[in-house]
């Protein structure tokens, strides 16, 4: 199977981390793609008409998408349970915790480029800090409960933070939340040990 | 169990007739809440950093996010498989299926903020072009093969698909849609009969 992907992508990323942690890196081929908002690229469109990275494209053709659905076809994969947990109240706190983390992603990204994609002149600030606050009021909420997220087997969630970090150092060196959010930082630190985490940590922007 | 709602949310939208499917309607207390972006809406936002629509805030204070889990988490609480294929090639193709509806979705509904909500002279031609463009190849792509979509039970993609044609109607009542895609008209007047569907119409905008 074939993965479209780029190191700066915050959510191919996490492709990459889950395929490591379940040990199915080596049956992924990937497949560097290049988009970016207000740019057309027809080749990637007729393959997925949002042109966002990643998707993963199955041996029959058959893509898979996005992100999410693509961990979950991952987990099911290597026996299911794995990455998301597949019963119980834990199950729905971890795809919650996700979808948060998801949702705080498309908005870092919406920041970079309303800042540095968009024409200058034709920037709203407003919209901006909105998308900047719900990133920075979801960190506040994982500040809270970290500790108790790391107690958990190592799971999609906690896989969405690290990207969320590592993307706000990617993107938004000096944002500052390390000093904001010193539990985060301890946490970030000690995912840093895992190889899968460590490998993919984006190139210098 | 309680549901943040409003009857323009294509989202929420989804979850509701989702619950009416699947016989759960008269669990759930619709919570109205109003959201903009660029506009602070502080209570709201401590329930959920993203300050979307909808959520699920379960008995016990859980909050369960976004509305694809959402629909997820009511699924199993019926039984399971049924509007969300529970294994198979099957469950995969309408889990990506739906993602790429939701994908549609969040391209309109940026399409929507760039044409209306944002301060006319800041106003980027190229992303809103690009983000329609999204959509509107994706209904290309549903519209050769809904018929075999429809072939299939009721199912999560085939809500996301009436819930992006709804609000296709809804906000851009002049992109002619229905001419384009004549078999996307034909399933969406089919869906129409069912009560779920039709109750669920967005007000006139």
Known sequence: MKLTFSAASPFARKVRIAAIELGLID??????????????????????????????????????????????????????????PSSGTLKWRVKSDHSLLQGMLDSMLLCRYEGIVRPEGLRWKAWSDDHWNRAWTGMARFEHHVEAMQARPFDIAQIGLVCVLGYADFRFPDCGWRKAYPRLDAFHQKMLERPSVKISVPPAA
């Open 27 to 84: 049956k992924i081929e990937f497949s560097p793609v290049t988009v970016a908002p207000a740019t057309q690229n027809e080749e990637y469109s007729r393959i997925t008409p949002l042109k966002k990275l990643p998707v993963l494209i199955l041996d029959n053709g058959e893509v898979i998408l996005d992100s999410y659905v693509i961990v979950e076809y991952l987990d099911e994969l290597a026996g299911g349970g794995k990455l998301i």
